[in-house]
């Protein structure tokens, strides 16, 4: 399965905007057209991550062309979900500014509870029907039940990523593996799809998806799941603008 899958589309990546990431959006949107990589998600961290863009940045995103070397962009960001009521940091006026609104758990700025607080909390976030992504639920950054989870994305259209980049052995994150083949199991069950996340802070890293693919080959996950290979119907199933 792996060896027929051409990446085409990757919705989680950082600029120098982000503080701690290490390309500009032009040298990502470059790198991206190389790859052939048609569809490119721009989400900068939320204001809670110390060292990321201020308001401003993302009110005068209206200057960026939308598409650069032939690549599509959508200019968002990745907020964060605070605590386990599921609140964010973004009011309305910063999430109208955005094409697209990832939203995920870090834990610098996060303050969880029990399992089930902690699941009630990212499932409210799920019904929002502003945000289109959750971003690597399954790194251990809070205790969730997995298949409240997937059943919530379900009923709201909304994609749980596997995250490529907390993956990585140099991340420490020892739970992320047994995590997200979790994740991966019961969203087969479900017949949900996932988009992969290559969560890159430099354009090295843009669709870089090989932590993840272990993954899918040991879970047998159906490529028909997975719509990072079909922008299409990734963008129909977000609900954003028809894909040109």
């Not at 027929?4 to 982000?18: E, G, N, Q, R």
């Not at 749980?160 to 991966?184: D, M, V, Y």
């Not at 996950?221 to 299409?232: G, Q």
Request: with cysteine.
């Amino acid at each position: 399965m792996m060896e027929k899958f051409t990446p085409l589309a990757d919705l989680h990546t950082h600029t120098i905007v982000s503080g701690h990431a290490y390309s500009s959006l032009q040298e990502m949107a470059q790198a991206a057209a190389e790859k052939g990589i048609r569809l490119l998600g721009v989400t900068e961290h939320g204001p809670a991550i110390p060292g990321t863009c201020g308001r401003l940045y993302f009110k005068n995103m209206i200057v960026i062309p939308r598409e650069m070397y032939g690549v599509r962009l959508l200019l968002g960001a990745e907020l964060n979900i605070l605590n386990h009521y599921g609140d964010l940091d973004a009011d309305d006026k910063l999430m109208d500014m955005l094409d697209l609104r990832i939203a995920g758990i870090h834990s610098v700025c996060w303050n969880g509870g029990t399992k089930l607080q902690n699941t009630e909390g990212v499932t409210r976030v799920i019904g929002d029907p502003r945000i289109h992504i959750i971003s690597h639920p399954a790194d251990g950054s809070a205790e969730l039940d997995f298949e409240s989870l997937v059943i919530a994305a379900k009923n709201n259209h909304t994609l749980l990523e596997i995250n490529s980049h907390s993956l990585h052995p140099a991340r420490h994150k020892t739970i992320a593996r047994s995590n997200n083949i979790a994740l991966l199991e019961l969203c087969k069950k479900h017949d949900m799809p996932v988009i992969l996340g290559s969560d890159a802070h430099i354009s090295f890293q843009i669709a870089d998806y090989s932590n993840v693919f272990p993954l899918l080959v040991e879970t047998k996950f159906p490529n028909e799941l997975i719509l990072n290979d079909k922008p299409e119907e990734l963008i129909g199933f977000l609900g954003l603008p028809e894909y040109n």
